[in-house]
């Protein structure tokens, strides 16, 4: 698959969630007017319109907001900038994106924003603390290639998406729950409308699940062949696999935009249910990740990691 | 009749892939020359760096004439180089001339601790090291239009459609060309 191909797809793909994310919409309004009020349903339908058309408008400080990166001035952070520089460039972005900071001690990074002029490179202090240069590099080059094969796009929209399905359905719930106004429907209606508001928001995440994980493969050839160096993606990798800090915020809401799921190991120690079902993984094993770059690189891993120096904080 | 219509067929569908590949030619040549210019505002930041380099170093070596002369005329090549490949070797004698320049400055402590001169050194590494990032891209680029340029069909015509294949941008005796290509 080509670059060309990944951005159409991703185009396409943009195009399933928006269709997907109204019939989805639709279906909550439609509850909400059956087991409260046709107005109610009516009323909530407009509301999410005009929520989700600001949000999308927000994104950016919104998705920052979310996962808690904070924007830097470039000149306190010179190593750092230089090196999400020089990955673009290397990347042929026309606009090296910005880069903001999460105070948290995982090492993880994400990537967001709706164009590639308009996006940003999210890292954790945790990350620079722990990688060593050559690492951290690749982490960043699968960043910006998210941000080159358009998965920010879509990604971005996905996530403003999710948020407006999950605080509808939420205020729905709310309403029957404690609102008493649920009188005027037969107690099974209420029944199914509150196993609907349930529901909705998971519906929605996994809509956005479903957007291919292979994106982060794709994302990690993409970082190998900008660095031109399979090898330190694979340690990049395999250094986060071994590192046991769980992301302190983690949020369902942001998953799927960081480098390594926050949420996997936190959903299996607290959401026995979830984690269990595979579908809701928002990326694929680090190992599965690692040996795709072992074969394709033609390279095996060493059982040691390097103990280079870190690249600090 | 049917005749008719599967040769109008034919010929449609041959008009189409011949767009198609045609405007792909024309976004592959866009990118090198994309790369390439990436390329030459790194190599002119890196020239524009020289003069003030060699300005501080003499400040607190005035007698080392000969590297400095060295360093100028280096430079003056790399803005003086014409083609991808004479501007890679351009490239490698300026690094080449101010390793030496370094290697001179290692015997002064006053301008080692200088400011200026430690500022300067950084920019200058900053700036290789984006000339190295820029090269990946535009060597990447230069491959696909290549690899496409000399592919059937596009090998009878390409040049009569004004593709050409372009210069790698690598000094001689750089082997640094192979690219690893992942799944794309």
Known sequence: ????????????????????????LLFVAALIGLALDLSLGVL?????????????????????????????????????????????????????????IVEDDAPNAFAAGLRPEKSYVGVTTGLLAK???????????????????????????????????????????????????????GALVAVVAIVGFILAPYAALLLRMSLSRRREFLADAGAAEILNDPEAVALA??????????????????????????????????????????????????????????????????????ADEPFGY | ?????????????????????????????????????NIDVQLQRRADLIPNLVETVRGYAAHERGVFEEVTRARTALQQAGTPGAAADANEGLTAALGRLFAVAEAYPDLKASENFLQLQDDLTDTE???????????????????????????????????REREFFSAQGDTAVPQVTLSR
């Open chain 1, 1 to 24: 698959m080509t670059l060309q191909e990944q951005i159409r797809s991703n185009r396409l793909r943009s195009g399933i969630v928006v269709v997907g994310f109204v019939l989805l």
């Open chain 1, 44 to 100: 909530a339908l407009a509301f999410a319109g005009v929520y989700g058309i600001i949000a999308l408008f927000q994104s950016r400080s919104m998705i920052a907001g979310m996962a808690r990166a904070q924007a830097v001035d470039p000149g306190e952070l010179k190593p750092l900038s230089r090196l999400v520089e020089n990955v673009s460039i290397a990347a042929g972005l026309a606009v090296t994106p910005e880069v903001r």
């Open chain 1, 131 to 185: 990688m060593p240069k050559r690492e951290l590099e690749a982490i960043l080059a699968h960043e910006v290639s998210h941000i080159r094969n358009r998965d920010t796009y879509l990604m971005t929209m996905a996530t403003v998406f999710a948020g407006v399905i999950a605080l509808v359905a939420d205020i729905g719930f709310r309403a029957i729950a404690y609102g008493g106004r649920s009188r005027r429907a």
């Open chain 1, 237 to 306: 990798l395999r250094r986060l696999s071994l590192d046991e800090t769980t992301i302190t915020y983690a949020d369902a809401s942001t998953a799927h935009l960081w480098v390594e799921s926050p949420t996997d190991r936190v959903e299996s120690e607290r959401r026995g249910v979830l984690a269990l079902t595979s579908w809701f993984n928002t990326h694929p094993p680090l190992e599965v990740r690692i040996a795709a770059l072992e074969e394709a690189g033609g390279f095996r891993l060493p059982d040691r990691l390097p």
């Open chain 2, 1 to 37: 009749m049917l005749w008719l219509w599967i040769s109008i067929g034919g010929v449609a569908l041959l008009g189409i892939v011949f767009v198609l590949g045609y405007n792909r030619l024309v976004r592959l040549r866009n990118e090198v020359d994309t790369g390439w210019a």
């Open chain 2, 129 to 163: 090291d984006k000339i190295s990032a820029a090269r990946r891209y535009y060597n990447a680029t230069v491959m696909r239009l290549n690899t496409s340029v000399q592919s059937f069909p596009w090998l009878l015509f390409a040049r009569a459609l004004g593709f």
